[in-house]
């Protein structure tokens, strides 16, 4: 059932919330994980989209037959879905609706038909369960995952198959990955909806010690500016934690000269600070902090076993 809340924990969370359903165990991890984070009263739409068959199998007049039993199949398996994730709901104090989206009928993909569902019932977060080691699932995978991530107006909460904390409450340790920029510290400011008073907090600035650009700026140089840029950032983010939580951390996390990168310094922090959600801005500033690109953001959802919470950057 619902995690308690306070008054003011509860007027800051996210009350319309869309949750993408099929039948995997990805899928119900995230209906795990999102049936702790909302409050009381929440409306929440369960949609589970059945792909059109055509698309996925070759076409000619002796498949016809064929087809037409596919798509009664993936009907059946979204309804299946739904009816198991409204079961795993029931204990909620939430108001539940749903919906099967049948694509042989309305056309397009899955992530449009996501999109256009979010978009159009004006969601506060969309939720989705990741397959690890083989992308993100269906309807974030390979060009799926771009879309979702560029163009959804809400943010987009990733809850990694493997995630196997269990427990009926907020997560009690957010990491926050930031970069000074005004994106980055909206996604902070939204990250903070899920903390309470005794929440622990940390924000960390990645300095990428892997420079790409080595042959035409020396690499000390490039190290003393990310330092300098992410003591600033650091700074920016502390009073915005502080002003939520008593327990609150920052640092500089630094990846290693070679094979290593920005996702996996990130991935590595939050795994070795036991947290229990990630917030990331899905776009960033050019620049020296160039680092927080949409292409970062999906990098540490494909590895992450730490759910994430990815905040599209406004205007961007």
């Known amino acids: 059932m619902n995690s308690p809340r306070s008054g003011d924990a509860m007027s800051t969370l996210p009350c319309r919330v869309l949750i993408a359903v099929d039948s995997s165990m990805a899928s119900r991890q995230a209906l795990t994980y999102a049936r702790n984070i909302l409050p009381f009263g929440a409306e929440v739409r369960l949609v589970s989209v059945a792909e059109n068959p055509h698309t996925l199998f070759p076409t000619g007049r002796h498949v016809a037959r064929a087809l037409d039993l596919a798509r009664e199949e993936l009907l059946h398996d979204a309804a299946e879905a739904l009816d198991r994730a409204r079961e ?66 809400c943010p987009i909460l990733v809850v990694p198959e493997n995630h196997s904390r269990t427990g009926g409450h907020l997560p009690e340790r957010i990491l926050f990955a930031v970069d000074g920029s005004p994106q980055s510290m909206s996604a902070l400011r939204h990250g903070v909806r899920f903390a309470t008073p005794d929440t622990h907090l940390r924000a960390v600035y990645v300095i990428d010690r892997a420079v790409r650009f080595s042959d035409f700026f020396p690499i000390d140089s490039l190290q003393d500016a990310f330092v300098e840029e992410g003591n600033q950032a650091l700074a920016a983010a502390e009073p915005v934690l502080a002003d939520v939580s008593t327990q609150t951390t920052t640092a500089l996390v630094r990846t290693g000269p070679t094979s290593d990168d920005v996702a996996h310094a990130i991935v590595r922090e939050a795994s070795g600070w036991d947290a229990q959600l990630i917030v990331m801005g899905t776009h960033g500033r050019r620049g020296m902090a160039r680092w927080i690109l949409g292409s970062v953001a999906g990098r540490v959802a494909q590895i992450t076993q730490t759910p994430l919470l990815l905040v599209q950057a406004t205007g961007a």
């Not at 029931?90 to 993909?109: F, Q, T």
């Open 88 to 153: 795993l709901m029931s204990e909620c104090d939430v108001r539940i609706e749903a919906e099967v989206i049948d694509l042989s009928k309305r056309g397009g993909d899955v992530a449009g038909a996501l999109l256009e569902a979010a978009d159009s019932w004006r969601a506060d977060l969309m939720v989705v369960g990741a397959r690890q080691h083989q992308g993100l699932q269906r309807w974030v995978e390979g060009t799926v995952s771009e879309p979702l991530t560029r163009r959804l107006r």
